[in-house]
């Protein structure tokens, strides 16, 4: 009898669960819920770059997602599932109160957008991000070593500081923070009271200075000297974390039943969504993994002896075991991939549909073509920019969109588009989008080489991996490497199942999880001569406009 697990990857529109045979990776049912709140754009402001999400859009998305797989499932398939693990976005942490309840789930904070979670891609604690890079260069031990030596407004700390200092009522009620893939399967276990959630080394080490090295997080007298409104919370989080290979409990009988599974399902740590991406891309050592969607993770396990007290700069952590336990994962990525492509498409789409909707067509005629301009307008430009030349054509673009991840993050950073002249078409202004998200991935790579972290391959998962071959064959001419797109659609979801069927005892360690229910690759992109020459003259002039404009947005006095 087939043994089942679940794999559930929260994303950052939906949730989606799979349902997948241990023994050869079959998924045998998957189901998506999107999130109704944040749909409706709730909690969100973006001229402020605040994102939040309700946490009952998880919980009932959760619900929905695994039942409707299940439902999808071969009769029986419920009885066979031996275990679940989630993967989440991160670092999206939230306020809770001693029982580890959010508070925007407790009546008083229900419509409070600071008592939410603080979705991965919130940009609101800026300031925050830099007190701590200042503090961190001049206290005796530097928290930031591990984190590339740079700390975000994308991540743990700085958003709780940002948030204490923004709202009394929550700074009040806050007992603890916990990040988004640390709660779910501590709700699902029954066990949310902060002091004993199993912790993710993954969110832990990456995004919250956690290391070994100096006994956990961030001591106390460092955390009260970058402000005193933190006094005490850290004694009130952790210092133990886990790794993905761990069980958390089993399924409490609550959500035994409201699932639909036994009881003796057995829960996993959680890690994030690239992260156990990475696992279901079956990486390897020297193997950098690519999820590329709106923005992108990078992601590369070395032995320990590879980088032994070496840190790499400017990146998003290297942690002992946060990938593969027994390895040190490293991740870098971009804070914009996709989005830049979304963007160049609203700029052109809302100016048309009010045309449109003006206009004295039929109601439903009007219907009909803004939907086909909806879902026409990016293969339309893509055939346009498949048409030019990029050896011809004048016009370079910085991918800084929404700031920059790595290398050496920096959120103050903004887009640009130059060399622009009246023959300039949205074929070119296009295709100068997607070469400058391939030139910033082409940072990453450079960034990784220079410290002494050998690439020996590259593969891609993610929605723009799977659908824009355009995009994937530029990638690979920038980075004059074979770029191999996984298989499965769903590999992040499936790295969670993987990491269940260790936590739930099928297999004794990931390597073989991956071994039996990989998927492979779908397609190999082998780097074109001639246009990596051309490439390699561009990437010349990005990089030189990078560092023409990154001075001028680093000082709001020019």
């Known amino acids: 009898m087939a043994k089942y697990t679940l794999g559930i990857d929260y994303g950052t529109d939906s949730v989606r669960t799979v349902i997948v045979n241990t023994e050869n990776g079959e998924i045998v049912a998957t189901a998506v819920s999107e999130y109704k709140r944040w749909k ?69 904070f229900s419509e409070n957008p600071n008592a939410m979670f603080v979705l991965w891609k919130d940009h609101t604690a800026v300031a925050e991000a830099d007190e701590i890079n200042r503090l961190c260069k001049q206290w005796e031990i530097d928290y930031t070593k591990y984190e590339g030596g740079i700390y975000s407004s994308e991540w743990f700390w700085a958003k709780i500081l940002h948030v204490l200092r923004e709202d009394e009522k929550v700074r009040k009620a806050a007992y603890s923070w916990v990040e988004h893939c640390d709660w779910i399967p ?5 066990q949310t009271k902060p002091e004993k959630i199993f912790r993710s080394r993954c969110a832990a080490g990456h995004k919250a200075m956690w290391a070994e090295e100096w006994g956990g997080l961030p001591s106390e007298k460092f955390l009260t000297t970058l402000d005193p409104l933190l006094a005490g919370l850290r004694d009130r989080l952790y210092n133990q974390t886990y790794t993905v290979d761990v069980k958390v409990g089993n399924l409490s009988p609550e959500w035994a039943n409201r699932l639909g599974l036994p009881a003796t399902v057995a829960v996993g740590v959680g890690a994030f ?51 593969i336990p027994g390895l040190i994962g490293l991740e870098a990525g971009q804070s914009a991939f996709g989005d830049v492509y979304a963007w160049f498409k609203k700029l052109i789409f809302e100016p048309a549909v009010a045309i449109i909707e003006s206009s004295p067509l039929e109601s439903s005629t009007k219907n009909m073509i803004i939907q086909q301009l909806d879902q026409q307008l990016i293969p339309h430009l893509t055939k346009l920019a498949e048409q030019v030349d990029p050896a011809e054509s004048t016009v370079v673009a910085l991918d800084w969109l929404n700031g920059r991840r790595t290398p050496d993050a920096n959120q103050l950073l903004k887009g640009a588009i130059a060399g622009l002249s009246l023959g300039s078409s949205a074929g ?31 593969s891609a998962i993610g929605g723009v991996a799977k659908k824009s071959p355009l ?66 003259k561009l990437y010349k002039k990005y990089s030189l406009l990078c560092q023409l404009l990154e001075p001028h947005y680093n000082n709001s006095e020019l």
């Open 273 to 323: 969504d690239a992260h156990l991406g990475a696992v279901g891309a079956e990486i390897k050592p020297y193997q950098l993994v690519k999820v590329i969607g709106t923005s992108t993770c990078d992601m590369i396990t070395v032995p320990d002896p590879d980088v032994d007290q070496k840190t790499v700069r400017g990146i998003c952590g290297q942690v002992n075991g946060s990938i």
């Open 471 to 536: 995009v994937m064959q530029i990638l690979a001419d920038v980075l004059n490497m074979p770029i191999h797109v996984v298989e499965s659609d769903q590999a992040c979801a499936l790295g969670s199942a993987m990491a269940a069927a260790v936590a739930g005892g099928v297999f004794q360690s990931l390597q073989q999880a991956q071994q039996s229910m990989g998927s492979g690759y779908e397609t190999t992109y082998q780097p074109n001569p001639m246009q990596v020459e051309v490439y390699q």
């Open 428 to 458: 070119m202004v296009f295709r100068a989008l997607i070469e400058a998200t391939a030139f910033g991935a082409k940072t990453i790579v450079d960034r990784f080489i220079s410290e002494g972290v050998k690439i020996e391959s590259v």
């Open 40 to 108: 409706q754009g709730k909690y969100c402001v973006p001229a402020k770059n605040q994102f939040r999400q309700h946490p009952l859009d998880y919980i009932e998305s959760l619900e929905e997602s695994v039942k409707k797989a299940l439902e999808a499932a071969p009769a029986g398939t419920a009885e066979r599932v031996v275990a679940l693990s989630v993967d989440t976005t991160g670092s999206t942490p939230v306020a809770v109160d001693a029982n580890g309840t959010p508070l925007a789930l407790l009546p008083e």
């Open 186 to 190: 501590a709700l699902l276990v029954g």
